[in-house]
């Protein structure tokens, strides 16, 4: 089992959402994050006075997977999630050693 953990710009997460639906994802955790990468903030005006902006709005995303679906899945958010312009954002594969389902007891697999 893996974790994969996507960072997103705000506005594309129903596109992500629904193109993981349509591949049989129902479950997901979302947060509202903020952070920047290569993009490093801008500068904006505001009321005449300049101020920086280092932190971008973002969404994060984290999904518990089955081994054999994790090219699947990185392939639809990648696709879902892509304008092609700086700040996209990353997705994230890390080891999940274990899933327990609360109300039923499933452990592993059955559990996600």
């Not at 700040?87 to 609360?102: C, M, N, Y």
Request: hydrophobic share 40%.
């Amino acid at each position: 089992m893996k974790m994969m953990t996507a960072i997103i710009k705000p506005f594309k997460l129903d596109d992500v959402r629904d193109a993981l639906h349509q591949l049989g994802i129902s479950g997901m955790t979302v947060e509202e994050v903020k952070g920047y990468g290569r993009q490093k903030g801008h500068t904006e005006l505001y009321r005449g006075a300049e101020y920086v902006v280092e932190f971008q709005p973002k969404i994060k995303i984290q999904i518990g997977i089955s081994d054999d679906r994790v090219d699947a899945v990185i392939e639809v958010v990648c696709k879902a999630a892509s304008t092609g312009k700086i700040g996209d954002g990353k997705i994230f594969i890390t080891p999940l050693e274990q899933s327990v389902r609360i109300r039923t007891g499933e452990t592993g697999e059955e559990a996600l």
